[in-house]
């Protein structure tokens, strides 16, 4: 693949995405810098496992994402940069303005400032389902979060259009898979819940929603880093296919041999949630 003999930087790599896209870079035979946390990783149990050739390509920077001189220093010798750290949360409550500002948008903005400066080949950066959609005719975001990633998506434009970087935008859809270790996410919030005897609580469960397995998305940042006339562009990642948060609660239910039947109506929906099926066609046409 054209990758090899690429440095690729790899950010948030010690995330749910980052961490699975990390270890499928690296036994490839890709040389990986891992971006992480400096107060938050610890180690990864597959890199504990793996041959030491396998270990010799990977090289562990331990940071501030929203540091601009820790960016530059991590973005030192990459030739490809995979933009996944990201402080993801739902709340629509004034406190997490600011740090959803800081960890998605000014993060980005150093990121890109950086690649510019070291002329870095190609940026991909991680969109989101949350976005609001330009081509809808509805602008207002639904959530701090969703301002903060509509806002670095729209940097990540200008960057390519005005500044000739090379930039990727993969708005990712709902992820679920191993090793998913956020609670407040539906899927491990379900399983751990009946894992540990307790009745978890859900809304209406009526909101339709595009999942889209973690192996998939790692193979959409493989791909969007590398394939010809995908700068600039903007890019699905999901199944093409709805399936509602009720259905798949249903589903894990019946898995996991539940004695109850889910309970729903128990908390209240999000205000503004959206609701948008991937465009897979464009997507496939795109990253072939």
Request: aromatic share 8%; charged share 20%; with cysteine.
């Amino acid at each position: 693949m054209p990758l090899k003999n690429k440095k690729i930087l790899v950010t948030g790599a010690d995330g749910f995405i980052g961490s699975h896209l990390t270890e499928e870079l690296i036994r490839q035979g890709h040389d990986v810098r891992a971006f992480v946390m400096y107060n938050s990783f610890s180690s990864w149990g597959w890199l504990d496992e793996s041959p030491k050739q396998l270990k010799d390509r990977l090289d562990i920077f331990a940071g501030d994402i929203r540091d601009p001189h820790g960016v530059k220093t991590a973005m030192q010798g990459c030739d490809i940069v995979l933009h996944l750290a990201s402080h993801v949360v739902g709340a629509r409550t004034p406190e997490v303005v600011l740090s959803t500002y800081h960890s998605n948008l000014t993060s980005t903005l150093h990121l890109l400032m950086a690649a510019k400066a070291y002329g870095c080949e190609r940026v991909v950066l991680t969109g989101s389902l949350e976005e609001p959609d330009p081509d809808t005719g509805s602008p207002v975001p639904s959530s701090p979060y969703a301002a903060a990633k509509a806002a670095a998506s729209a940097y990540g434009r200008m960057f390519h259009a005005l500044f000739g970087l090379s930039v990727v935008i993969l708005r990712v859809f709902m992820v679920y898979g191993p090793g998913q270790a956020d609670l407040k996410k539906l899927v491990p919030y379900v399983i751990t819940s009946l894992d540990r005897g307790e009745v978890p609580t859900f809304s209406s469960g009526a909101r339709e929603v595009d999942w889209v397995y973690v192996d998939d998305v790692v193979r959409a940042y493989e791909l969007a880093g590398l394939v010809q006339g995908a700068d600039g562009q903007t890019i699905d990642v999901g199944s093409g296919t709805f399936a509602s948060v009720r259905e798949v609660v249903e589903m894990l239910f019946s898995l996991m041999k539940a004695a109850k039947p889910p309970v729903f109506d128990g908390a209240q929906d999000r205000m503004m949630e959206q609701v948008r099926l991937a465009d897979v066609e464009a997507s496939g046409r795109i990253l072939g």
